[in-house]
């Protein structure tokens, strides 16, 4: 079964506006960690944020905010004022068991595209 | 700045040759992972390692076996290379808590002719 569910496979969004990338997960463990990474055309993947179950507030990092809606099971990746830097794979991953869990699962991701 | 290093960056090569493709990592992490990924689509699991001594196998049944004589190396090595083999191979590391993230290597990027 799927855990993680990105159902936009690609998004398109004008320069210094706001762009929501969707994430549902499925998890019966009440202590879980959800993440979301970025992977430019380069190849390489680059941590964005991070949010624990058990966080009463959504995480921030700059530009990057996470609308973590537990009963829904959601995580969206919120980017404000996107930058033609922006344009990416974006991926959101799950962790189960705890902290110390182990395995890391990854949606399908969703290209980004940023228009000047 | 995260300090995890994979080389070669890229390997075109010919198949039925053995390839080992080479993660290190100089931030003392007890968790390394290996993940297979075709162009554009997700990541798959395929080695993991708890520490040294430790491996284990994941999601996705892979062909290659991986080594963990150090707590900073964690090579892969494919024995047999065919061209299903083609993808890209990040390895990642992270500490022990849970709730801190991998941190990756920019990748290997193989092609098996």
């Known amino acids: 079964a799927q855990k993680i569910t990105q159902t936009q496979p690609g998004m398109f969004v004008q320069e210094k506006e706001a762009v929501t990338l969707d994430c549902t997960y499925d998890?019966?463990?009440?202590?879980?960690?959800l993440f979301w990474y970025k992977q430019p055309s380069s190849g390489e993947m680059i941590f964005l944020i991070y949010?624990?179950?058990?966080?009463?507030q959504n995480a921030t990092e700059g530009r990057y905010s996470l609308n973590f809606q537990k009963a829904r099971k959601s995580a969206n990746l919120v980017i404000s004022a996107s930058q033609l830097g922006d344009s990416a794979m974006y991926f959101c991953?799950?962790?189960?068991?705890?902290?110390?869990?182990?395995?890391?699962?990854f949606g399908a991701g969703t290209r980004l595209f940023v228009k000047a | 700045e995260a300090d995890i290093y994979q080389t070669p960056r890229y390997l075109v090569i010919g198949t039925g040759k053995k390839i080992t493709l080479e993660c290190s990592q100089t931030?003392?992490?007890?968790?390394m992972y290996w993940y297979q990924q075709d162009p554009g689509m997700e990541l798959h699991l395929i080695h993991y390692?708890?520490?040294?001594?430790?491996?284990e196998k994941g999601d996705l049944s892979s062909e290659s076996t991986v080594s963990r004589i150090r707590t900073e190396h964690f090579p892969l090595t494919l024995e047999s290379a065919r061209p299903s083999h083609t993808s890209q191979y990040l390895c990642?590391?992270?500490?022990?808590?849970?709730?801190?993230?991998?941190?990756f290597g920019d990748g290997t990027r193989l092609s098996i002719l």
């Open positions: 990642a590391s992270s500490e022990f808590l849970g709730d801190q993230p991998q941190h």
């Open positions: 998890t019966s463990d009440p202590s879980y960690g």
């Open positions: 949010q624990g179950s058990y966080d009463q």
């Open positions: 991953a799950m962790r189960e068991g705890g902290t110390g869990g182990f395995k890391t699962i």
């Open positions: 931030m003392g992490h007890d968790k």
């Open positions: 390692s708890y520490g040294v001594n430790s491996t």
